[in-house]
Each structure stands twice: as structure tokens, then as C-alpha cells.
């Protein structure tokens, strides 16, 4: 260290630039309680290292491949920050992730998240990590860490941004690649909580284009408002499918998300496999009718932006349909039957008749992938 500064020279301290360290102490502090709730087998829920440990051989497998994905909650979390509504984006930073992991048969085993701001609110910043924990604790996998950065200049007053990561295990060899499946399999349809975490800024464009109430009921659920329905979470699929894909009955899994159904469909379907949607399968969730009446949506933009209320998709064998609806709606699922999959370049259709979406007209729009 050089000597003390003279009398006359300013003494700089890192707080003057804007960074609390003392700020993000507390919040450590406070988390901590948190992150222990979120401890499982292979993890001890311990934060303030370097790193974050975890042991495969305690989780239970044997000889594991293991998956890793990251994600983000995208524009939703500038609605979330207009509305001050922080507990639940969350828990969507972690569904992004954790859905991601299943659909390759992949349990998740650990998370770590990453928090950027201007100005480190400790009140906010908490009720996010709380929303992450719970999103955890819901997958079933721990909290192992995280960082928090205070970043002055970056970001507009009350801005932040999130970030996550998550790695999980399948056991080799039951890995779902979509190589199983075939013309005649079956889609079904697991329903989505809302709009999920995609399609926000097309979503925010509306608001402001169309002065919505936020703050009033929503006129497709007079219960419920605007802003309510808007914010809710994405839907975290892991804890229910896991034991069916662990048992073979699914032969592949798509997690609807940007791109909505024409783009993600085929991302898990093999050459030679067209997948047929029935939109007349389900009804559209008031919300996303409404979306749609707003925003005078076609329906094949509507299929392509949003999840038109199915958060994820099932291909599976007919000969297990059935028990599959069972022990997912035992689950606490709402299962849809949305299609099969027949003989074709590989891709995706969507087709509807009049009285289901909310364009009141049959309707047809492919994507090749």
C-alpha cells in the first residue's frame, strides 16, 4: 500500500462511485436463509465461497451425462420493474432453465444466478432471490450461488437484469434425443400458466399502443388484474414429468418458448417427421384471445410468437397415451390432446377451425426446420 494521501488530496472510496460493498454483505446475509431451503442430495445449500459444490454420486447416479443450459426472462422483467412487481420473475428465471434441462430427460441438480443493477435495492433484489429459490424449490434443485453486481452508469435508475444457469444429469443412454419418434405418435399438450417469458415486447408494445389499465381487472377474467395475469409465472414442468419420461413412456419433448409452437415443435422431431397441431385440440386461454383481438394478430404470427396456451409438448406412442394423460393430470397438469405426427419433410402445421382462436377462421401456417 503507498502512503496516506495528503490533507489537501480528496480520499476516493468506492461507495462515492456508486458501490455499496457493505450493501452486498447485507444481502448475502439475508439470502442465506434462501439458498439453505433450496438444499437436496448432492448440494449442502452453503453460499459465500468461490464456487458451489455438488456431488453426483450423493444425487443417486451412477454414470451421468450431464446438461447444462442458461437462460433469461427477457422484457418481462421491465414489466415487472414498472409495476414493481419483483416476487415471481424468479421463479421464471428458473422454469426458462429447468424446462430446457427436462425436455432432454435431464433432471436439474443445481442453479446459479446472476443479478445486475445500477444501484444495489437490497428490498428488491431479495424479493427477486426469493422468487429464485422458489423457482428452485419447485424444480428440485439447490441454489449453489450466484452473483450480484452493483454497476453504476449501466443500467437506468431501478433497472436490473437477470441471468441463470443450470446444470442436470441424466443417466447415459436415457438421454431423449426425438430419435424415437415417428409417423403415428401422438401430441399431447401440457397447459401453460400464461404467457410464460416470451413475446414481452410485442406484449409491452400493446400496452402502450392501446393505453391498457394495468392496474384494472382484465376483461377476460373480471377476478384477476391486468397486470396480475400479465406477470404470472412461467409454468415449471419438472417435478411432474420427470418420473414418466424416467419410466420410457415419452419419446420427446418440446419446450414452448420464443418462437411459440411452429418454431419449437420441430427442434425435437427427427427427419422424415411432420408434426400436425389440431388448434381446435384446446381452447385459447381468454389472455391469449385477447392478445390476439387486441393486436389484430394473424393466427400464424400468433403461433410463432406466443405459447397460445400450451407451455409444453409430449410426443409419445399411442399405446401409451393414455397412461401418460393419467399420471400427468394426477401430476396436477392439464393435459391437451394437439395432434400426431405424420409422414413429411420435417416441420410443423398449425390448423384450426372457426370458433377456437380468436381470428374466428380456419387457418394454416408451416414452418420447415
Not at 79 to 96: Q, R, Y
Not at 199 to 205: H, I, N, P, Q, T
Amino acid at each position: 500500500m503507498s502512503d496516506q494521501p495528503s490533507s489537501n488530496t480528496p480520499s476516493y472510496t468506492y461507495e462515492q462511485a456508486g458501490v455499496s460493498i457493505e450493501a452486498g454483505n447485507a444481502l448475502v446475509k439475508a439470502i442465506s436463509p434462501l439458498v439453505k431451503a433450496t438444499m437436496r442430495p448432492g448440494a449442502d445449500g452453503e453460499i459465500g465461497g468461490f464456487g458451489g459444490f455438488f456431488d453426483p454420486k450423493a444425487a443417486g447416479y451412477k454414470d451421468p451425462l450431464l446438461v447444462a443450459g442458461n437462460d433469461g426472462v427477457g422484457t418481462k422483467l421491465k414489466l415487472a420493474i414498472d409495476s414493481d412487481k419483483h416476487d415471481t420473475v424468479g421463479i421464471d428465471l428458473v422454469a426458462m432453465c429447468v424446462n430446457d434441462l427436462i425436455v432432454q430427460g435431464a433432471e436439474p441438480l443445481f442453479f446459479l444466478d446472476y443479478f445486475a443493477t445500477g444501484k444495489l435495492e437490497n428490498g428488491v433484489a431479495e424479493r427477486v432471490i426469493a422468487g429464485i429459490a422458489e423457482g428452485c424449490t419447485k424444480a428440485g434443485c439447490a441454489l449453489i450461488g450466484g452473483e450480484t453486481a452493483e454497476m453504476p452508469g449501466m443500467y437506468a435508475e431501478g433497472d436490473y437484469d437477470l441471468a441463470g444457469f443450470c446444470v442436470g444429469a441424466v443417466e447415459r443412454g436415457e438421454q431423449l434425443t426425438g430419435e424415437r419418434v415417428a409417423p403415428g405418435h401422438i401430441l399431447l399438450g401440457l397447459a401453460s400458466s400464461g404467457v410464460h417469458s416470451n413475446g414481452y415486447s410485442l406484449v409491452r408494445k400493446l400496452a402502450a399502443d392501446k393505453f391498457w389499465k394495468l392496474d384494472r381487472p382484465a376483461l377476460f377474467d373480471r377476478d384477476r388484474l391486468l397486470i396480475d395475469a400479465l406477470i404470472e409465472p412461467t409454468r415449471i414442468y419438472v417435478k411432474s414429468l420427470l418420473p414418466v419420461v424416467r419410466d420410457g413412456l415419452i419419446d420427446a419433448l418440446a419446450h414452448i418458448t420464443g418462437g411459440g409452437l411452429l418454431e419449437n415443435i420441430p427442434r425435437v422431431l427427427p427427419e422424415g417427421a411432420h408434426a400436425e397441431v389440431d388448434a381446435d385440440g384446446w381452447e385459447q386461454p381468454g389472455l391469449m384471445a385477447f392478445l390476439q383481438a387486441q393486436g389484430n394478430i394473424e393466427p400464424g404470427e400468433m403461433a410463432r410468437t406466443f405459447n397460445c396456451g400450451v407451455g409444453m409438448v409430449l410426443a409419445v406412442d399411442p399405446a401409451n397415451a393414455e397412461i401418460v394423460r393419467s399420471r400427468l393430470e394426477e401430476a396436477g397438469e392439464t393435459v391437451l390432446a394437439i395432434g400426431r405426427i405424420a409422414e413429411g419433410d420435417k416441420g410443423c402445421t398449425v390448423r384450426g377451425s372457426a370458433g377456437t382462436w380468436a381470428a374466428r377462421e380456419g387457418w394454416t401456417a408451416t414452418h420447415i426446420a
